[in-house]
């Protein structure tokens, strides 16, 4: 009885901030109440009893997106372009919605029984995988292929992102510059803050392996704290060119192309982990790939090189 | 009714809320603000019916859901990314779709 | 969750505190330290709700709800396993105390930099 009043009271939490979200008014207000929908799913997923995903909800689509929207908001605000004009078609949208919401539900009851095969097939494969979380096995190990892919993905995004920015600004720092005063008090923020984030991103990262957490929680907290560096005015942020942070943003990617070669060569296939081998190539491709994303989604949310506004030229 | 059906019926609730807001908003941001809305319920409506069977979530569907999460907020950076760049040339709304107010003058 | 490495049990606090034998006096102040928890959140939102100006909700906001939060984690503390857990308990609530004192500052001092007027009656 409890459960299900607290999971009534979930849902309709989540209803009421999602449709805040959608049809509040003015976009900074949307903005605000996804970032507080985004928590809200976190603690849908913690419900479930997935963990880890509850913490990559929770880093990821309630924290880096709600900055991601923030910071975008900020941008258009700048140039007086995010005045909200309303909505339009409204009729033809609600239709289009209420028919995909009760397709989902009629769905929803006309599943089928689900195939434990699969599942009893990962629970015995298990203990030869090399490390006890079983999502942790399924993502670096079973199908680890796909996690090279979205590193691979990852990086074309930002690619791609870069190729926004206008010609002139090429050379420029990445995003805009940050104007916290140098004694205030996000400066001393962002001053406490980092340490704290590298040694917690660093223990999700090796906690990932038996217990809750993984490459993507920790390299997101990383990239957090990297990104309120940057916006306390602590460190700049790079330019295109700079080697360091291109060896970093590939640096994933690489090593596991590279252990998935060696696998190839020695173990009889692309990406195939022995037992014997299987903890220590995983941690191997966990710490390149946390490196990696900590790098490629702090460039991701603070967006492509603008033009010189006035000083910021080339040094 | 237990836990399972109310979070998996309110995730299609929140996907239904999602494409309205696609459809309906004219403002591009609000646009990505949808699609981040939609995706986020199909991976509650997935994960929840990852749970259907057995003891707690299957992790192959747990899995491939944080690959997702990761992958959206990918794409919501290189939209948002258009969406400013957009703005910057015409303005924040689709050409088609933008309010029909009569303009005092024409800047151009 | 299947795991490979089976965790070893360790009893609640809760249960340490008193007779394992129906409510353990453990539960009981976990109960009202939640209960207290509750009423200063519900005071900070009624101050979000009410109060007339950005500065004063700030106000009801920064120090009702983290006295709110504290009570709250007090609450937790003791349906913890282990002093790790605790600790880890106390650690949120020092973080989440820098925070929101930083984002306050900071909507306080853009706030009053957009020219928002301090309404004193």
């Known amino acids: 009885m409890m459960a299900l009043s607290f999971d009534l009271a979930l849902a309709a939490l989540l209803i009421v901030s999602a449709l805040a979200a959608v049809a509040g008014r003015g976009l900074f207000r949307a903005v605000i109440f996804f970032i507080v929908y985004g928590v809200l799913v976190a603690l849908a997923w913690a419900r479930l009893g997935a963990v880890d995903v509850a913490l990559a909800e929770a880093a990821i689509g309630a924290g880096l997106t709600g900055v991601l929207l923030l910071a975008a908001h900020g941008r258009l605000r700048r140039e007086g372009l995010e005045a909200d004009p309303g909505a339009g078609g409204q009729g033809f949208a609600a239709i289009g919605g209420a028919g995909v919401a009760l397709a989902l539900g009629w769905a929803w009851f006309a599943l089928p029984e689900p195939a434990t095969a699969t599942r009893a097939a990962l629970d015995s494969a298990l203990p030869d995988a090399g490390v006890g979380n079983p999502v942790t096995a399924v993502l670096l190990n079973f199908r680890s292929f796909d996690t090279l892919l979205e590193s691979i993905v990852l990086l074309a995004a930002l690619v791609a992102l870069w190729m926004l920015a206008r010609d002139g600004a090429w050379r420029q720092r990445l995003g805009l510059p940050q104007h916290a005063r140098p004694g205030g008090v996000l400066a001393s923020f962002g001053r406490v803050l980092p340490p704290l984030g590298l040694l917690f991103g660093a223990f999700l990262v090796w906690s990932g392996a038996d217990d809750n957490g993984g490459a993507f929680q920790g390299g997101t907290v990383l990239a957090a704290s990297l990104l309120l560096a940057m916006m306390a005015g602590l460190y700049l942020p790079p330019r295109i060119g700079e080697r360091l942070w291109q060896s970093a943003l590939v640096l994933g990617p690489v090593v596991f192309i590279a252990c998935g070669l060696v696998g190839a060569l020695v173990w009889g296939g692309f990406l195939v982990l022995p037992p014997a081998y299987a903890k220590g190539v995983i941690l191997a491709i966990e710490t390149g790939l946390t490196i990696s994303i900590a790098a490629t989604l702090a460039l991701l949310v603070i967006g492509p090189p603008e033009q010189a506004h006035n000083s910021g030229g080339a040094a | ?108 | 969750m299947a795991r490979a490495i089976p965790k070893k049990p360790r009893r609640p606090l809760s249960a340490a505190c008193g007779n394992s034998a129906g409510m353990a006096w453990g539960d009981i102040a976990s109960i009202g330290f939640t209960a207290v928890g509750l009423v200063f959140f519900v005071a900070g939102t009624v101050g979000l709700i009410r109060f007339p100006d950005v500065f004063s909700r700030l106000h009801a906001l920064t120090k009702a709800d983290n006295l709110g939060l504290g009570f709250l984690a007090l609450g937790l503390a003791f349906q913890a396993p282990g002093w790790t857990e605790i600790a880890m308990l106390a650690m949120v609530w020092a973080l989440a105390l820098v925070a929101a004192g930083t984002a306050a500052q900071m909507v306080a001092r853009a706030a009053l930099a957009e020219g928002e007027e301090d309404e004193r009656p």
């Open chain 2, 1 to 108: 009714m237990n836990g399972l059906d109310i979070l998996a019926l309110s995730a299609s609730a929140l996907v239904g809320l999602g494409i309205y807001g696609l459809l309906a908003a004219r403002h591009l941001l609000r646009r990505v603000l949808a699609f981040n809305l939609v995706g986020s319920g199909l991976f509650l409506w997935f994960g929840a019916a990852g749970a259907c069977g057995g003891v707690g979530v299957d992790p192959i569907p747990q899995a491939l859901i944080i690959t997702g999460i990761v992958v959206a907020l990918a794409a919501s950076a290189l939209g948002v990314a258009l969406v400013v760049a957009h703005a910057r040339l015409s303005g924040p709304t689709l050409p088609e779709e933008a309010p029909c107010d009569p303009e005092p003058d024409s800047g151009s």
